[in-house]
């Protein structure tokens, strides 16, 4: 099974970047669905059943962390864009990361070399206009959302389908 470590977003949050994800329907840009917004903690691909009681086992709770939602991003380069999101801020989101990482390096996990706290709003899959694409990015690169205080790392996970990704929650620390 496919699965990932996320921290959920408020509704109220969810809300507002569903709102502004408006200014990103442009055709080749599939958006992220609503119920779908999340900021990913770790990748985990997929998993099978032996090493997804291992991780069930770990404890990956985390103190509470205040987060900031803010500044517009994409993956890889402005000149190739692939993934648009929105930047995550805290003054420990990343030893927070770093932590998980740790912890699931002991089951085999590859760690990470680079941290960018993120929610991704929206993939490219091709673009017409590059041009409009880069301008909105530009107009919106200053955005904020709104800050929170993240309790829970979920377990989720998820299946694709020709509609878009189903995350279903495995567990909560």
Same mark, same amino acid.
Do not use: C
């Given at each position: 099974?496919? #699965?990932?470590?996320?921290?959920?977003? /408020?509704?109220? =949050? &969810?809300?507002?970047? +569903?709102?502004?994800?408006?200014?990103?329907?442009?055709?080749?840009?599939?958006?992220?669905?609503? !119920?779908?917004?999340? =900021?990913? $903690? *770790?990748?985990?691909?997929?998993?099978?059943?032996?090493?997804?009681?291992?991780?069930?086992? #770990?404890?990956?709770?985390?103190?509470?962390?205040?987060?900031?939602?803010? %500044?517009?991003?994409?993956? /890889? %380069? !402005?000149?190739? =864009?692939?993934?648009?999101? $929105?930047?995550?801020?805290?003054?420990?989101?990343?030893?927070?990361?770093?932590?998980?990482?740790?912890?699931?390096? @002991?089951?085999?996990? &590859?760690?990470? %070399? %680079?941290?960018? /706290?993120?929610?991704?709003?929206?993939?490219? &899959?091709?673009?017409?206009?590059?041009?409009?694409?880069?301008?909105?990015?530009?107009?919106?690169?200053?955005?904020?959302?709104?800050?929170? @205080?993240?309790? *829970?790392?979920?377990? +989720?996970?998820?299946?694709? @389908?020709?509609?878009?990704?189903?995350? !279903?929650?495995? *567990?909560?620390?």
């Amino acid at each position: 099974m496919r #699965l990932f470590l996320a921290i959920d977003i /408020p509704k109220d =949050i &969810k809300n507002k970047i +569903y709102e502004f994800q408006k200014s990103f329907k442009i055709k080749g840009i599939k958006l992220v669905e609503k !119920e779908n917004l999340h =900021i990913t $903690v *770790k990748f985990l691909g997929e998993v099978d059943e032996n090493l997804l009681n291992k991780i069930l086992d #770990l404890d990956l709770s985390i103190e509470p962390i205040r987060i900031k939602l803010k %500044n517009l991003g994409v993956f /890889p %380069n !402005e000149n190739f =864009i692939r993934v648009i999101w $929105v930047g995550v801020e805290g003054d420990k989101i990343i030893d927070l990361f770093k932590d998980i990482d740790k912890k699931l390096s @002991t089951l085999g996990f &590859k760690k990470e %070399n %680079n941290y960018i /706290p993120h929610l991704t709003i929206g993939r490219v &899959k091709f673009i017409e206009n590059k041009k409009l694409l880069k301008d909105r990015i530009r107009e919106f690169k200053n955005v904020e959302f709104g800050s929170f @205080t993240a309790e *829970k790392i979920k377990l +989720y996970k998820s299946t694709l @389908t020709r509609e878009g990704p189903i995350y !279903e929650i495995i *567990k909560e620390w």
